[in-house]
């Protein structure tokens, strides 16, 4: 039997008080406590995510969660996004994807420790104060790296490893994640093994919803669907009516009989700034700012109006898609200079949080302190330079940033996600950088499954079967296009799903400037300098998206007792 649980708190070495509500439920294990929402039984292995699954047997017995978490076997085997815990005589165990994609948190004390799906929440008890250093990295990033949080002390699980909670201590240790030799024909092969598990989704949940957009990535995985299965196949498309993911999405419905939900995100537009404001304070405090709460509201929106189905998802394949490749040439090893030039060229967000809002002194050091992050973390990869831009893609883009974004999902539906097999990313690490770069590899895997679908435009205007045979500067430009298409897409407020995202923002700005009041934590805590945040409400500066959100996240974690 395996339990569900949305939220979990495990404290061992103290006592601790139920976090969650009236509708939590207390489970006591020698020198410490649980609390959950669910209903967590000792022995029972308790899932943090909806129906786990092994990549290779389908859904899991009942017992076998709970043994793999007592053994560590057989955890690198669990479809990503999952985490789950399993209370065990005196000790807690712990456990997160291979990935890490599935956010679970710890902190130690003097003589205590704990574990919560709760960033915000360990903090609280811990009385962490901000971590100003990894705020100064998300403020120009988005994303937090590696195991960092807002708050002092409190770490996210490391990706493919298990912490063991008891007698007041934590521990933790690593798991084995299975292990894939390159195969002789990697397309074929890749092109079998999504084919492989997007079947057998479908067998296990017949009701499964595919997102389908205008993109490469779920145009792979409509293509992994064999086409008996086509017709009457449930899809599923955030957008806005007059966008090319829209018109894209539209023509492969038709073509393929698909029956499909549009969610018009243009929608957004209609709720008053104080519903925005509602939306964003709920999203950031269920997130515990460890990602956008804008961009999870305008999520949280449309996940409102979308079925609950099980729902087959592209995250993953921009692993493959050399993500950091344009404009970049092949070297023998990162270097320091080399990591400068892409981190204020890619990895710095196009519009980081406004350098103006804070202390000259603390932009300054910060940003030196994230540059010398970045250089140690790419250092640490033993490989050449373009490889090593994979390597941070999946170790520190996709674990942090696609992470959080599963984080909430995983609890809403039942997350398919093909792209994210083991055996997929073997396949993509395995490959030369010119393999990948300009989607080549995706393009190919399309066009083994389904050359007529490979045939077709994207939402670019670029068929996909032309893609291989692009060079570097082709597809340089190619993406030097796209990029200068989705800034347009934010300046006019249109064009794909990040559509509600400029709406949001200017409803909450709204909201502060009716209400500023709710800003005084923010300004409580010296980080923003009170002349921007008074320039701000008046309506003198109009703060962007990563902006706006940086405060949201403020004013969550810095309210003094973190109360909702």
Request: charge should be neutral; charged fraction near 25%; aromatic fraction near 6%.
């Amino acid at each position: 039997m395996t339990i569900t649980c949305g939220e979990f708190l495990a404290v061992s070495g103290r006592t601790a008080e139920a976090p969650f509500g009236p509708e939590s439920a207390r489970l006591s294990f020698p020198g410490g406590v649980v609390w959950a929402t669910g209903e967590p039984r000792a022995g029972t292995g308790i899932a943090l995510s909806l129906g786990p699954r092994d990549h290779a047997k389908g859904p899991l017995a009942p017992g076998d969660l709970a043994g793999r978490l007592r053994s560590g076997d057989g955890l690198g085997d669990i479809a990503a996004p999952y985490a789950a815990v399993l209370v065990d005589g005196d000790t807690v165990t712990a456990a997160t994807d291979h990935l890490g994609l599935r956010h679970i948190y710890g902190v130690r004390g003097v003589g205590w420790a704990a574990i919560s799906t709760s960033a915000r929440l360990l903090a609280r008890i811990a009385g962490a104060p901000l971590d100003l250093r990894a705020l100064g990295a998300y403020r120009l990033i988005g994303h937090h790296l590696g195991v960092a949080t807002p708050y002092e002390g409190v770490t996210k699980l490391p990706a493919a490893h298990r912490w063991r909670l008891t007698g007041g201590r934590l521990h933790e240790e690593p798991y084995p994640v299975p292990g894939f030799e390159p195969a002789a024909d990697p397309v074929r092969n890749t092109a079998r093994v999504l084919r492989d598990d997007v079947e057998r989704g479908l067998d296990e949940h017949p009701d499964a919803v595919l997102q389908l957009s205008g993109g490469l990535d779920s145009r792979v995985l409509l293509a992994a669907v064999p086409p008996d299965r086509r017709r009457g196949l449930r899809a599923l498309t955030l957008s806005s009516a007059e966008s090319r993911d829209h018109t894209v999405a539209t023509r492969l419905a038709e073509a393929y009989g698909l029956r499909r939900d549009v969610i018009d995100l243009g929608g957004l537009a209609a709720l008053d700034p104080a519903e925005a404001y509602d939306l964003v304070h709920s999203a950031a405090l269920r997130s515990g700012g460890l990602g956008s709460p804008i961009a999870f509201a305008v999520l949280d929106w449309a996940e409102a109006r979308a079925p609950g189905e099980p729902r087959i998802n592209g995250f993953g394949g921009e692993t493959a898609r050399a993500f950091y490749y344009p404009a970049q040439r092949q070297h023998h090893r990162p270097t320091p200079a080399l990591v400068d030039r892409l981190a204020r060229w890619r990895v710095f967000t196009l519009e980081p949080a406004d350098p103006a809002m804070f202390d000259p002194e603390y932009a300054a050091e910060t940003e030196a302190a994230t540059l010398a992050t970045l250089r140690d973390v790419f250092a640490a990869y033993d490989t050449d330079w373009l490889t090593a831009t994979d390597e941070f893609y999946v170790r520190e883009r996709a674990h942090r940033w696609v992470g959080a974004t599963l984080t909430g999902a995983c609890l809403r539906y039942v997350t398919l996600s093909p792209l994210l097999h083991p055996e997929f990313l073997a396949a993509a690490r395995s490959l030369a950088p010119e393999d990948k770069r300009g989607s080549r590899f995706n393009a190919r895997v399309l066009m083994e499954l389904d050359p007529e679908l490979a045939r077709i435009p994207l939402d670019t205007g670029i068929r996909p079967d032309t893609l291989p045979s692009r060079g570097p500067l082709r597809s340089s430009y190619d993406f030097a296009r796209r990029a200068s298409r989705k800034v347009g897409q934010r300046v006019r407020n249109s064009g794909n799903p990040g559509v509600g995202v400029p709406t949001v923002t200017e409803l909450l700005v709204r909201h502060w400037r009716d209400n500023p009041d709710l800003l005084e934590p923010v300004a409580a805590t010296g980080l923003v300098r009170e002349q921007w945040l008074a320039e701000m409400l008046s309506g003198a500066r109009r703060p962007g998206e990563a902006t706006a959100a940086f405060l949201a996240i403020l004013e969550i974690a810095a309210r003094p007792d973190r109360s909702a």
